[in-house]
């Protein structure tokens, strides 16, 4: 079935990369994503993959792909405190835009 | 950017009344909208998948004669939680797949906007 599993809490100090880690099941995955929630907020998009790029580079995010492993992560360089928050990966299902989310990563910056 | 908005934000009702939630895209038209539900902690679970004009695609294990899925226009989509009881207390988030905008601005992402969610409390 389709799974997506991540760790569920990081710690950084600021000013340091982040890296939140995430796997999936499906190797028919089409599109990868990372949304961002905020406390009591919706999920905001943050980037996306497609499934035969290995990398994309985003201002501070950086998404590496390893679709042999079915693995993604998200790398946030000079992580602030404005970046806390839980961090959700999600593959889009092939053949449909049905979205199977991960349990998120709580990111908590510290100083 | 694309924006959807849901409204209530947050609603508190008495176990066995029903709950309408509504979910708009307020710059886009959105022939399918997605409805998901959120327990404290937990991570985002599809209900269903609501499509304009026609009957709900609900996932498996929800019932669909409790959460009722109406689209009746390419910009708004309603949930209403019938008979609510203190279980179906949760977060509602919607989505919706902006396709048009897709087309000019990223063609094959579909990408899907998600409203800011509504806190449902049953006592």
Request: glycine residues 8%; contains cysteine.
């Amino acid at each position: 079935g389709e799974d997506v599993e991540q760790s569920l809490f990081l710690s950084v100090r600021e000013g340091d990369s982040s890296v939140i880690n995430c796997t999936y099941t499906d190797s028919s995955s089409t599109y990868l994503y990372w949304y961002k929630q905020e406390p009591g907020a919706g999920l905001q998009l943050l980037t996306y993959i497609f499934s035969n790029m290995d990398m994309k580079q985003d201002q501070r995010l950086t998404v590496l792909l390893n679709k042999k492993d079915k693995h993604l992560s998200l790398r946030i360089a000079d992580t602030q405190t404005g970046d806390s928050a839980i961090y959700f990966c999600a593959e889009r299902t092939g053949g449909y835009n049905k979205l199977i989310f991960g349990a998120g990563t709580r990111l908590a910056v510290h100083p | 950017g694309a924006v959807v908005s849901q409204h209530p934000s947050w609603v508190i009702c008495k176990s066995g009344t029903s709950v309408k939630i509504e979910c708009r895209s307020l710059d886009f038209q959105a022939t399918t909208m997605f409805w998901y539900r959120q327990f404290p902690k937990q991570s985002l679970m599809l209900m269903a998948t609501s499509n304009e004009g026609s009957k709900a695609t609900y996932e498996q294990g929800v019932e669909k004669d409790k959460f009722l899925i109406n689209h009746a226009s390419l910009t708004l989509s309603t949930l209403t939680v019938t008979s609510a009881h203190p279980e179906d207390s949760s977060f509602y988030i919607c989505s919706a797949r902006d396709l048009g905008g897709d087309r000019l601005r990223s063609p094959s992402t579909d990408t899907q906007y998600f409203g800011p969610g509504t806190r449902l409390t049953v006592l």
